[in-house]
């Protein structure tokens, strides 16, 4: 029988999970603003029980236990072993005591026992295998009043700083075949349509689907910047196999192609997401 999800297990609890976790500054930096007008929608409040799906290295985890505060608690669910470990490390020596993590797919985890009011996604949840089977099961999460908001990614073709990013690098990597649209991948919900056909046939009501665009500082000089983005999206394993005169080759063509972005602050990209919000009522 097939496992569910085993190829998303894989990638992120492998080389890609490393990646990520040494690049959790940069990639907070980028991701944080985004995520804070999530949450904003979210509105979380004092004393709520919130999961956050996909969390990652926890630091929206972290934003959300300051407004839940100290009779609140947050959930943070995800399935790379190395990224939760870096989470953990991260509460421990901040001394959080509102958090607390689950190394799970929350696709096919139990979460009917649970009795959450909100649920949180920072572009955590583009990659279940069966979204409307996984959609089903976190909504069992919350009670009866709960709510969910998260951001993905929208139009491909609006993020420059991932499509431009892609093309220079395909120039000298193997690059992974494009996803088919809708397939599990950081663009799987682009559409608005398909967005809002998961959550409907899912159970959710009063569904809102926002878009939100910004153009964000991805590095404050063309090789900061370089040696960032070279090591996201679909290029960063290939990059991180190759040999260092490819490398090399790489972030001189990112540089180049960068050049064209750069602004007093820095390399500045567009960004183009949809924040959805939807509850169980």
Request: some cysteine.
């Amino acid at each position: 029988m097939k496992i569910i999800n085993q190829e998303q297990k894989e990638f992120w609890n492998e080389k890609k999970g490393k990646i990520w976790v040494s690049l959790e500054s940069n990639i907070d930096k980028m991701l944080g603003p985004l995520g804070h007008n999530a949450i904003k929608i979210l509105n979380p409040k004092s004393g709520e029980k919130i999961l956050d799906i996909g969390c990652g290295t926890g630091s929206t985890s972290q934003s959300l236990s300051k407004f839940v505060g100290e009779n609140g608690l947050i959930t943070g669910i995800d399935i790379s072993e190395p990224i939760l470990n870096f989470a953990k490390n991260q509460l421990e020596n901040r001394n959080i005591k509102n958090i607390d993590f689950i190394q799970e797919d929350a696709q096919t985890f139990n979460l009917s026992n649970f009795n959450y009011d909100a649920i949180f996604s920072r572009f955590g949840i583009m990659f279940f295998e069966d979204p409307f089977f996984a959609f089903k099961n976190i909504k069992k999460s919350l009670n009866s009043r709960g709510r969910i908001t998260f951001i993905c990614w929208s139009n491909r073709e609006e993020n420059d700083w991932i499509t431009l990013s892609s093309k220079v690098a395909s120039q000298f990597l193997e690059l992974p075949p494009k996803n088919n649209p809708r397939e599990p991948g950081p663009f799987a919900f682009e559409e608005y349509s398909y967005i809002k056909e998961i959550l409907t046939k899912s159970g959710w009501k009063n569904i809102n689907i926002k878009n939100h665009k910004e153009n964000i500082i991805v590095g404050k000089t063309l090789d900061h910047a370089a040696a960032f983005l070279s090591k996201m999206g679909p290029m960063s394993v290939p990059f991180e196999n190759s040999n260092e005169k490819t490398k090399a080759k790489v972030i001189e063509a990112l540089k180049e192609c960068y050049s064209k972005y750069l602004i007093p602050k820095g390399v500045e990209f567009h960004f183009s997401t949809w924040i959805v919000s939807a509850y169980n009522y």
